[in-house]
């Protein structure tokens, strides 16, 4: 072993997750860095989640199974026996890509920064949906909201000596919180826009979507008045940046309402909401979706849910076209006949782009296109006012 080479300290915590348990500890332990070490926090399984750890035992470095107080304190127990130089925290149901710590124990050497973020693969089920990436952000937007996935942060352990472990009054934000602080602390963190690890939609960030939203939006206000009250920001940035986080938070809440109404089928059960969302659409016979992703599979259900039907889904990466997403056959952009069909965009990042490629196509905008956000916002004030 190179005695110059990072030691990695991963931290997993579990509690009853026999079903995705061994799929991240394979994804650690078949890695071919040698300088690793994992630590696996377990809450007191009973469903079998134990035995699997067992099974696993002489390629983990330390594990404990215990009752904890949520997940930020077993993660905080995890940081208390690493030793490593850096430490990463990949939970239960979630995965690294094969072979890839040597590729970031190398990144992390190379940038000489405390902290080293990278992208994931977001999965439904076993599905790939999406690489979510922080590209598009500015790194100032931390201030603002959670912009980096957990599972692809590497920090260095000083940084849990010098400012602290994770803050366990959040029960569902509180790595953000932690990251916040690294940030307004002044800590160096970089960014690598390629996918290290696998997250599995469904936690409980995501299960409990409108807490994680009050955590994160009292985490970034309260940051923002102590940076104010500390005399490090100018008022007028911050009654800027104030502003900024009313209206993440403002627009995150109405999205939120929405998938929250649609995973619940509660659109078809509301007449006054399937009403408006009609009025919102323009009056074509079909409707066709662009974009096989989570935004894409929430509109086919809102519009069914209304008593809409979709003739097709188009995409542009061409390994889709002639398979079937959600029963729907998806088909090139090049296929969609203008005037026939009214095409709803369902993509956040790449709206702009899409609609050029449209225009150029001889489609214009609210004739024959319309933005799903625009939607998801319209529907989500109807949804805040009758709730």
């Not at 696996?40 to 390629?59: A, F, L, R, V």
């Not at 619940?264 to 408006?276: L, V």
Request: some cysteine; proline content about 1%; charged content about 25%.
């Amino acid at each position: 072993m190179d005695s110059n080479k990072l030691k990695i300290s991963i931290i997993t915590v579990c509690f009853n997750s026999v079903h995705t348990i061994e799929q991240t500890i394979r994804s650690v332990v078949t890695q071919d860095y040698d300088n690793l070490e994992y630590i696996i926090i377990d809450g007191g399984s009973t469903d079998g989640t134990k035995e699997i750890i067992q099974k696993y035992n002489s390629c983990i470095s330390n594990w404990i199974s215990e009752p904890d107080k949520g997940i930020y304190d077993a993660m905080n127990k995890g940081v208390a026996m690493a030793t490593g130089d850096v430490i990463a925290f990949l939970n239960s149901g979630d995965w690294y890509k094969e072979g890839i710590i040597n590729f970031i124990a190398k990144e992390i050497s190379e940038s000489q920064c405390a902290v080293s973020c990278f992208a994931v693969d977001v999965f439904d089920g076993n599905e790939l949906r999406v690489c979510r990436k922080a590209s598009a952000e500015k790194i100032e937007n931390l201030r603002i909201g959670m912009i980096y996935c957990h599972q692809a942060i590497f920090a260095r352990r000083f940084l849990f000596e010098k400012y602290g472990d994770f803050n366990t009054s959040f029960s569902l934000a509180s790595d953000y919180e932690w990251i916040l602080r690294m940030y307004n602390q002044g800590v160096d963190i970089s960014y690598r826009g390629v996918s290290v690890a696998n997250f599995r939609e469904g936690g409980i960030s995501s299960v409990k979507g409108d807490r994680t939203l009050e955590e994160m939006k009292i985490i970034a206000i309260s940051a923002l008045n102590e940076l104010l009250h500390n005399d490090t920001i100018s008022k007028e940035y911050y009654e800027e940046m104030y502003d900024k986080i009313a209206e993440y938070y403002e627009e995150a809440e109405l999205k939120y309402l929405v998938k929250y109404n649609v995973e619940r089928r509660s659109i078809m059960n509301n007449e006054k909401i399937r009403d408006a969302l009609k009025k919102t659409l323009l009056k074509k016979d079909i409707y066709s979706i662009f974009g096989c992703g989570f935004l894409g599979e929430e509109c086919l259900q809102l519009l069914e849910q209304t008593g809409l039907s979709v003739g097709n889904f188009y995409d542009n990466n061409l390994s889709k076209w002639g398979t079937f997403f959600k029963g729907i056959c998806v088909k090139s952009p090049q296929e969609i006949v203008k005037g026939k069909e009214t095409v709803i965009i369902c993509s956040t990042y790449y709206f702009e782009k899409i609609s050029e490629q449209l225009n150029d196509m001889g489609l214009s905008k609210e004739a024959d296109y319309i933005d799903y956000n625009e939607i998801r916002e319209r529907l989500g004030m109807l949804i805040k006012e009758l709730i």
